[in-house]
């Protein structure tokens, strides 16, 4: 288990370029290869180049766990061949208007939670392509749930204004422990600023020790 401190094109948000499950992770194309042998070591996983929607932002439009993917209806016919070729998982595309789909769930192998209102049809993709139960809800009083934390199959690191029944019910649906952090020296938004599975993580080059250690310990990294 590991965690690395990384940035790409000078800028210390990893978690927009990066994308990762327990079996594989995902940079830009023209990632250097140093830097791509650090994410697979700190992830313990495959990294394999790809973009989505044209766009080098893959933790923004995806969203994942180890039975599939989803992507926006912006993605490519060859983008999605290429990632179900390269990773192994099916691959299905979300024909609603929302793009940003990183964003807006928050979900592992066990479960997903997005915000209230969320388009039905993006709910029930999620739950047949992905085998989770779905749940909605805030983290900070926020909608956008994927932007507003991070979860493994160990724990769940979320924004720093979770409150504590948002607490509760992360930990209920996740069944996992639940804590509070900020990354790169104070932004709360946790998935910006970090990528992880239940092997590693990578952060955003500004996170400060203590920042490393709580994500490192809310997402059972340590030890």
């Known amino acids: 288990m590991s965690i690395a401190r990384l940035s790409l094109y000078g800028n210390p948000n990893?978690?927009?370029?990066?994308?990762?499950?327990?079996?594989?992770?995902?940079?830009?194309?023209?990632?250097?290869?140093?830097t791509i042998e650090e994410v697979s070591a700190s992830l313990g996983?495959?990294?394999?180049?790809?973009?989505?929607?044209?766009?080098?932002?893959?933790?923004?439009?995806a969203i994942g766990n180890s039975r599939g993917m989803i992507l926006p209806s912006t993605a490519t016919e060859n983008e999605v061949e290429a990632i179900s070729s390269l990773t192994g998982?099916?691959?299905?595309?979300?024909?609603?208007?929302?793009?940003?789909?990183?964003?807006m769930v928050l979900v592992?192998?066990?479960?997903?939670?997005?915000?209230?209102?969320?388009?039905?049809?993006?709910?029930?993709?999620?739950?047949s392509h992905l085998g989770v139960d779905v749940y909605e809800g805030t983290i900070g009083g926020i909608r956008m749930t994927g932007v507003c934390a991070v979860v493994n199959s160990k724990g769940v690191v979320a924004h720093p204004m979770t409150s504590e029944a948002e607490i509760a019910l992360l930990s209920k649906i996740f069944n996992t422990p639940v804590?509070?952090?900020?990354?790169?020296?104070?932004?709360?938004?946790?998935?910006?600023?970090?990528?992880?599975?239940?092997?590693?993580?990578?952060?955003?080059l500004d996170t400060t020790g203590p920042e490393m250690a709580r994500i490192e310990s809310s997402l059972g990294l340590t030890g």
């Open 14 to 34: 990893i978690g927009a370029f990066t994308f990762a499950t327990d079996s594989f992770s995902l940079v830009p194309p023209d990632t250097p290869e140093g």
């Open 45 to 61: 996983v495959p990294a394999y180049k790809a973009t989505v929607s044209g766009s080098v932002l893959l933790g923004i439009f």
């Open 89 to 103: 998982v099916p691959v299905a595309v979300y024909e609603g208007r929302v793009n940003a789909l990183g964003n």
């Open 108 to 127: 592992n192998d066990r479960a997903a939670l997005v915000g209230r209102g969320t388009d039905k049809g993006l709910v029930e993709l999620i739950r």
């Open 179 to 204: 804590d509070v952090s900020t990354v790169n020296c104070g932004f709360p938004y946790l998935r910006v600023g970090i990528t992880a599975n239940s092997y590693g993580a990578v952060v955003g």
